[in-house]
């Protein structure tokens, strides 16, 4: 019910350091808890972290807490993944997804907007 565009996605060295941003539009971006996957080629879909529609629930990924930082900017309608410590196993499609709510899922079925993907390659 919203439309996502994301952009920041690259080729970084491992160690460095990735922002990626998630610019919503449509139906009032507030009402949204948003959410960022990621897909390695032959892989399953999984779960990165997600924030509430408030700003004050997040969750991560095991494989992610500590590096990486979820974000949401209500006045510019944008979410924000800030990927710190980035290492090869990161390289992936990053998607951004929305859903109308309250809560901050943890699975991909719960969301029913979704962005193209920005390709993120981590390099030895």
């Known amino acids: 019910q919203v439309q996502l565009v994301e952009s920041g996605g690259g080729l970084v060295q491992a160690g460095g350091s990735l922002r990626l941003s998630c610019a919503a539009s449509?139906?009032?971006?507030?009402?949204?808890?948003m959410g960022w996957f990621r897909q390695a080629p032959g892989k399953d879909r999984e779960f990165v972290a997600t924030i509430s529609r408030s700003g004050a629930v997040r969750y991560y990924a095991d494989s992610v807490k500590g590096r990486f930082t979820i974000s949401k900017d209500n006045a510019k309608n944008t979410v924000y993944l800030q990927m710190n410590s980035l290492k090869p196993e990161d390289t992936a499609v990053y998607y951004c997804?929305?859903?109308?709510?309250?809560?901050?899922?943890?699975?991909?079925?719960?969301?029913?907007?979704w962005g193209q993907g920005t390709q993120v390659t981590v390099s030895a």
């Open positions: 997804a929305a859903v109308e709510g309250w809560y901050a899922p943890r699975e991909a079925s719960s969301y029913d907007s």
């Open positions: 449509g139906r009032t971006f507030s009402s949204y808890t």
